[in-house]
């Protein structure tokens, strides 16, 4: 699309949740401006559409604008005039019903950490739960899923607010069953809901199940089968 008052450029604004777009609309939203990291620079003056987003939110919040500068780079940065004659109350409001929590407006969202060796699995996975635009996890949950290596698995819950984990058991470094009796002996997370998927067959289900795991799933993956059983486990966590 180009630039242009009949023609906005539409930006994807993706907060990390919702205490980070509260904060950015103290300090610049509702004073009608901000920043925006771009793909591409546009030219001052366009029109754009900004579509301001965070993991949980039920429906983007549109706001509307001119570009005033430019700062050019591999990534430049927009800074943005909003449009705020016919957007200023409708925002506030939206702010403050995000603010509230309103389950209308924001989901509870899951912090899933995903310890998977196979690239294209964990990105199966990783779209599977965090589509919340599809309400994969139905209409009042929400997910955010991190992949990584068993050390930063252990580092997450440790130090992190971790709602659920699933790891595959065969690990090339510290293998599943481990990391999962790290979990619930050396970190004392008993609670914390674990699935544990593998190819291995019998022998990894009972290696991860005597480990500590609520579940077991054979590869390759149904992942409507792990999508429901991290809304039930959770659900249970939280209940």
Not at 186 to 209: C, M, Q, T
Request: proline letters at 5%.
């Amino acid at each position: 699309m180009s630039g242009g008052e009949r023609d906005p450029v539409v930006l994807y604004v993706d907060y990390d949740d919702a205490d980070d777009l509260i904060a950015d609309y103290a300090e610049n939203l509702s004073r009608g401006a901000t920043c925006v990291a771009s793909s591409r620079a546009l030219p001052e003056g366009a029109s754009v559409q900004l579509l301001l987003s965070f993991p949980g939110l039920v429906a983007p919040i549109l706001v509307e604008g001119l570009v005033r500068w430019v700062r050019p780079g591999d990534e430049p940065t927009l800074g943005i005039e909003l449009d705020m004659s016919a957007s200023r109350d409708d925002l506030a409001a939206a702010i403050a019903r995000i603010r509230d929590r309103d389950p209308a407006v924001v989901k509870r969202v899951a912090n899933v950490v995903v310890v998977e060796g196979n690239p294209q699995v964990a990105e199966l996975i990783r779209h599977s739960l965090g589509d919340a635009a599809r309400g994969a996890l139905g209409p009042d949950l929400a997910a955010t899923i991190r992949t990584c290596d068993e050390h930063e698995a252990l580092a997450l819950v440790r130090d992190t607010r971790v709602d659920a984990l699933i790891v595959d058991v065969y690990r090339p470094v510290v293998d599943g069953a481990r990391l999962i009796g790290a979990v619930r002996k050396d970190l004392r997370r008993p609670e914390l809901p674990i699935i544990a998927v593998s190819a291995g067959g019998d022998a990894a289900r009972a290696a991860a199940l005597r480990a500590g795991a609520d579940i077991f799933f054979d590869k390759p993956l149904r992942l409507s089968e792990v999508v429901q059983a991290i809304r039930a486990l959770v659900n249970r966590k939280s209940g």
